[in-house]
């Protein structure tokens, strides 16, 4: 069983900053997967940045070059880091953690609601 509890959404200015960050509590933390999805009002939830246990990462094309996805293992944390943002980005960011062995595992964090506004 794993538990993740997203921070770091709140109230950004067009083209400022936020770091979101995932803490996980559990076991096999680094055998999992992260992403980070979000899901706009009306929309969708949608894949914004993915992470595997071995550390590559894949983004979606609308946040490729101002998103950037990492771990730490020994933190047990995944954070997502966000620039020049816009107001498409705003949000409720969700952490997700993924492993398949013998079975899928899945989790989700409660969320993290980021507004991107002038």
């Known amino acids: 069983q794993v538990q993740l509890v997203e921070s770091g959404g709140g109230l950004v200015q067009p083209g400022g900053s936020l770091r979101l960050s995932c803490a996980a509590s559990?076991?096999?933390?680094?055998?999992?997967?992260m992403g980070w999805y979000r899901q706009a009002p009306g929309k969708q939830r949608e894949l914004v940045a993915h992470?595997?246990?071995?550390?590559?990462?894949n983004y979606a094309d609308s946040v490729e070059g101002r998103f950037t996805i990492s771990r730490d293992n020994a933190k047990q944390t995944v954070y997502l880091e966000m620039n020049s943002l816009k107001y498409d980005d705003t949000a409720v960011y969700y952490c997700?953690?993924?492993?398949?062995?013998?079975?899928?595992?899945?989790?989700w964090g409660q969320g993290t609601q980021v507004t991107v506004s002038s």
């Open positions: 992470i595997t246990s071995g550390g590559s990462t």
């Open positions: 559990g076991s096999a933390f680094s055998l999992y997967h």
């Open positions: 997700n953690a993924e492993m398949t062995i013998f079975r899928k595992y899945d989790y």
